[in-house]
């Protein structure tokens, strides 16, 4: 089974492109912090590179920015390439299957995303003496 799943901060802009078939994709990156430090101390960080493809992309090109949190779920792909030198290279891509947004939305003016709307009114709160007691005895278990 080829699954991962990475929580971390976008480190540029997701790039949204469309394919000569008319197929969206988007591409940015993430970096992921380790559970642990080295002998210095310090806590190591893992870059990797997202690919999302049709409408998962294009919701992460519309409401995702640098600095933004997500988790992404999905597969890792392996890329052998030759760079302008002639040298063989590899690459290592995870494509998204399921994206989660998890900043805040009063993080977005920090990150650079569009603002979302909220579309509800906010709750008001109750106050304790609007409370009602219950005794032990009307619990139905």
Do not use: H
Request: with cysteine.
């Amino acid at each position: 089974m080829n699954k991962i799943t990475l929580i971390g901060n976008l480190t540029r802009d997701p790039e949204l492109s469309q394919l000569p078939s008319g197929v969206s994709v988007c591409k940015f990156g993430i970096a992921v912090n380790r559970n642990f430090t080295n002998a210095n101390g310090e806590r190591e960080t893992d870059f990797f590179n997202i690919t999302a493809w049709r409408g998962l992309g294009e919701n992460c090109a519309k409401y995702l920015a640098k600095g933004r949190k997500v988790c992404v779920v999905g597969n890792v792909q392996i890329r052998n390439y030759e760079d302008k030198d002639g040298n063989k290279r590899t690459a290592v891509d995870v494509v998204a299957e399921d994206i989660e947004f998890l900043s805040a939305r009063s993080d977005d003016a920090d990150a650079g995303a569009p603002r979302v709307q909220q579309a509800a009114a906010p709750r008001a709160k109750k106050q304790v003496s609007e409370l009602t007691p219950v005794e032990n005895e009307d619990l139905p278990f």
